[in-house]
């Protein structure tokens, strides 16, 4: 069982940066690839980005290249996503996600644990 929490969401105007954390309980957290998915509302849960079990390699959605990076430190069992020159369109519920699949995914059913999300709101 894995166990994660979310945090640094809040409300930036358009242009600023946040960092997003998500703390794992588990001792076994780098054994999973990690991601960070949204939701709008009235919209589906969508990928955003995704890094592997080493931190090794990464993928993000074309929406969010270039301004959104996303790591992991094992030794905290913690991954992260810094977001830069947000937009209002990043508006949304941001949610990070644990997959047994070590070298991660952009498809929301094959994650295996959830965090409870953290709002993320970008005003014009």
């Known amino acids: 069982q894995v166990q994660l929490v979310e945090s640094g969401g809040g409300l930036v105007q358009a242009g600023g940066s946040l960092r997003l954390s998500c703390a794992a309980s588990s001792s076994t957290f780098s054994r999973y690839a990690m991601g960070w998915f949204r939701q709008a509302p009235g919209k589906e849960r969508e990928f955003v980005a995704g890094?592997?079990?080493?931190?090794?390699?990464?993928s993000y959605a074309n929406s969010v290249k270039g301004r959104f990076t996303i790591s992991r430190d094992n030794a905290k069992n913690t991954v992260y996503l810094q977001m830069n020159s947000l937009k209002p369109g990043d508006t949304a519920v941001y949610y990070c996600?644990?997959?047994?699949?070590?070298?991660?995914?952009?498809?929301?059913?094959?994650?295996?644990?959830w965090g409870q999300g953290t709002q993320v709101t970008v005003s014009s």
């Open positions: 890094v592997s079990w080493s931190g090794g390699s990464t």
């Open positions: 996600g644990a997959t047994a699949s070590r070298l991660g995914s952009d498809a929301a059913p094959n994650y295996d644990y």
